[in-house]
């Protein structure tokens, strides 16, 4: 499938977009390549890109200013959204980084082609709406799940969210992602694949 038609039908699902209006945005979008390591936007950085994964798993991180150690924050993966939203919708620096950690696709769209959308038409504009509610639950069930959820259940959370990510990104990266230590993980994995 063409990635703009899969984009077309994954906007459709998301927020009810028609035919019609995802032709308003079809020469708007960008597809850009990302290498492993290559960063979507960076510290400090503003984000300026809505990003739509077609290939690949993006991480937001965090630096420990005491250790130096790397702190995942979220994922994303093939048929999500990648944007640091925080900064996008201000439009003001970022407080992490987000960084491919496989070869990517993406298709994006920049922040001023989606405001002038948001004017032309109430479909896009209940996208927004719709995408910012994606990312406050989101944030709200990553935090939660801190407080709430064993690491096993995170686990077997982002089995449900990520299928693939075992096959694609290091064990060390989902650990810091899962909140655990690598001996923990394997554990778990290890005690889940014998159920």
């Known amino acids: 499938m063409d990635k703009l038609k899969h984009l077309s039908f994954a906007l459709k699902e998301f927020a009810g977009l028609t035919d019609e209006d995802f032709q308003l945005s079809e020469s708007l979008w960008q597809e ?3 290498k492993k390591w290559d960063f979507f936007n960076e510290y400090k950085n503003v984000c300026r890109y809505l990003g739509f994964v077609t290939e690949g798993v993006f991480r937001s991180y965090i630096v420990d200013p005491k250790t130096g ?3 995942n924050v979220f994922l994303y993966s093939g048929n999500q959204f990648v944007v640091s939203f925080k ?3 201000n439009q003001m620096p970022c407080d992490y980084h987000t960084q491919s950690m496989t070869d990517s696709q993406v298709l994006c769209i920049h922040i ?7 004017g032309q038409s109430h ?3 209940r996208f927004g709406r719709l995408l910012a509610q994606e990312a406050f639950n989101i944030t709200i069930a990553r935090t939660e799940s801190f407080l709430f959820q064993t690491p096993e259940e995170r686990y077997l959370d ?3 969210h990520h299928p693939d990510i075992f096959n694609t990104v290091p064990l060390y ?3 810091s992602y899962l909140g655990i230590q690598g001996p923990s993980l394997s554990r778990i ?4 694949s014998g159920n």
């Open 158 to 160: 982002l089995i449900k």
């Open 69 to 71: 150690d790397e702190k």
């Open 87 to 89: 900064s996008f919708i």
């Open 173 to 175: 990266q989902i650990s």
């Open 123 to 125: 479909a896009w504009e």
């Open 112 to 118: 001023n082609d989606l405001q002038r959308l948001y």
């Open 189 to 192: 994995r290890k005690r889940i």
């Open 32 to 34: 850009m390549s990302y």
